[in-house]
Nanobody
Framework: VQLQASGGGLVQAGDSLRLPCAAS????????RGWFRQAPGKEREFVAA????????NYADSVKGRFTISRDNAKNTVYLQMNSLKPEDTAVYYC??????????????????WGQGTQVTVSS
């Protein structure tokens, strides 16, 4: 499966962005989907995940209450709605897919498929 993330940009603190990630290729599998981010000089960190049915979601503590992950399986697309953005949310955001995890895993190693990343910059 191939993943294409988009929607990044430069915004001000307090603004909102929505990042879509479209899947193509072998989309018949029931993938858990996730979002990770990597800031300059830091390791890639978990942001949010959602199971194929959408029945289970998981968020990093740093984004709870501000970010929402959702998916539209008919469009093979997962979304990350980011509200009340902060400068510390600045990072490259990567979407990922797992065909082995049946939970909304936060573990990097659970995901075998990765998109190319989209830059989000939040100015103060």
């Amino acid at each position: 499966v191939q993943l294409q993330a988009s929607g990044g940009g430069l915004v001000q603190a307090g603004d909102s962005l929505r990042l879509p990630c479209a899947a193509s290729g072998r989309t018949s599998s029931r993938y858990t989907r996730g979002w990770f981010r990597q800031a300059p000089g830091k390791e890639r960190e978990f942001v949010a995940a959602i199971t194929w049915s959408g029945g289970s979601v998981n968020y990093a503590d740093s984004v709870k209450g501000r970010f929402t992950i959702s998916r539209d399986n008919a469009k093979n697309t997962v979304y990350l709605q980011m509200n009340s953005l902060k400068p510390e949310d600045t990072a490259v955001y990567y979407c990922a897919a797992s065909d082995t995890s049946y939970s909304a895993s936060s573990r990097y190693s659970s995901y075998a498929y990765w998109g190319q990343g989209t830059q989000v910059t939040v100015s103060s």
